[in-house]
């Protein structure tokens, strides 16, 4: 009897590994990157995430190059590199404020938990420090937890507030079809070990009726589960569609203010300064240093970026080398984007230059905050934040 009721199990779990691997085997990367997004409402605000699993990397190969693959192996390299997946769990977390406060989650460390299976929690190793200033309207970057293997949760609390736990939906299925294979088990084994089917029956014929039992179940527990799918499936586009209509409205806010409420470019200072300071080779006009400074970077040219950076910052560094470290430490890019925008601030001596980078395949809103600092003739780069 034990060993009809283990070749039954087994026969269920044959046709549910069929099924998965067949639905695997037609996935897009879209597809995946879909089974890897949660979302979550707080009160006032939005929160998404995506997890970027190692087994997206071969599809996205492919995808890239057009089906040509990597002979080398460096596309999917420089991937891996990127996102950090030989030693970390890499995630991409949103967060979108529409309520009338703004909100914080500093630090990010005391906030965000990686949650494994047996209720183990682990903080970041590492994430984008935007995330540790207030928000008031989207904010998006990475976060590196530790390297975990198997399924998982992700929690985002606030004090005096519930704890918001993201499910992956890929995860959510896994979870129910192995309830399923367990109940289906369990109904087998007690189906085929009663004392009276051990006196009706012959041992054949409990095999024969008890394989078309566990029939029977699994396309009622099929049907339930796919109902089950639709139902979550739904509930996401809804969700990303609601995302849509608000990132669109949060864009045309903005861009209606700015219009309003656009100030002059600061003065230039070349035109205060003392003759004798103008003849001195230090220092530029602030908007000339600004142009100079963003084309070097643009360029990817640290040695020429370094060179437009004070004293003081060029002390704090020492190195064109260790300008592109603190960049990469500072989630920053060493080729800045082409396409940004210059916002002015209070403070003439500082602007935040606003970009979008891709990160495969969702795009992330950026800023970086430059310092520009008074020399003997004319200005200098004094901080990036």
């Known amino acids: 009897m034990k060993r009809a009721s283990l070749r039954v199990f087994l026969a269920t779990l044959f046709i549910i590994t069929a099924s998965c691997a067949a639905f695997a085997a037609s996935t897009t990367v879209e597809e995946l990157l879909d089974d890897r997004t949660a979302f979550r409402w707080g009160k006032g605000f939005l929160a998404w995430v995506v997890h970027y699993p190692d087994y997206m990397v071969e599809p996205w190969v492919m995808e890239v190059t057009g089906g040509n693959g990597d002979p080398t192996g460096k596309i999917a ?17 949103s967060v979108y404020v529409y309520g009338a406060k703004g909100l914080s989650f500093a630090p990010l460390s005391k906030s965000f938990f990686l949650e494994k299976e047996d209720g183990t929690r682990f903080p970041p190793a590492s994430y984008d420090k935007v995330f540790d200033s207030p928000i008031s309207d989207l904010v998006q970057g990475l976060v590196f937890f530790p390297k ?35 109940e289906l088990k369990r109904k087998q084994t007690a189906n085929l070990m009663t004392e009276e089917q051990k006196a009706r029956i012959s041992l054949e014929d409990a095999k024969k009726a008890a394989v078309e039992e566990a029939k029977k179940e699994w396309i009622a527990e099929r049907e339930k589960l796919e109902k089950m799918l639709e139902e979550v499936t739904s509930q996401r586009d809804m969700l990303r569609k609601r995302l849509d209509d608000l990132m669109f409205a949060l864009a045309e806010e903005k861009k209606q203010g700015e219009d309003k409420d656009a100030k002059p470019s600061p003065v230039s200072a ?12 230090v220092g530029y006009e602030r908007e000339k240093l600004l142009d100079k400074f963003l084309k070097a970077w643009q360029a990817g040219d ?62 992330t809103l950026r800023s970086v905050r430059l310092k520009m600092e008074k020399v003997s003739s004319g200005w200098l780069i004094g901080a990036l934040k």
């Open 148 to 182: 975990v293997d198997g399924q998982f949760k992700l929690v985002l609390k606030r004090k005096n507030m519930p704890e918001l736990v993201f499910e992956f939906p890929d995860d959510m299925k896994t979870r129910l079809r192995e309830e399923i294979a367990e």
């Open 77 to 93: 390299e420089d991937f891996r590199k990127t996102l950090r997946m030989d030693t970390s769990t890499p995630v991409l977390l």
């Open 270 to 281: 070349k035109a205060t300064l003392p003759e004798n300071e103008k003849k001195q080779p």
């Open 302 to 363: 640290l040695q020429e970026m370094y060179s437009l950076l004070s004293d003081n910052f060029k002390m704090q560094l020492g190195s064109a080398e260790e300008l592109g470290k603190f960049l990469e430490n500072k989630f920053l890019p060493t080729k800045f984007p082409l396409k940004y925008e210059i916002k002015r601030q209070d403070d003439p001596d500082e602007v935040v230059l606003a970009y979008a980078p891709k990160i495969l395949f969702v795009r």
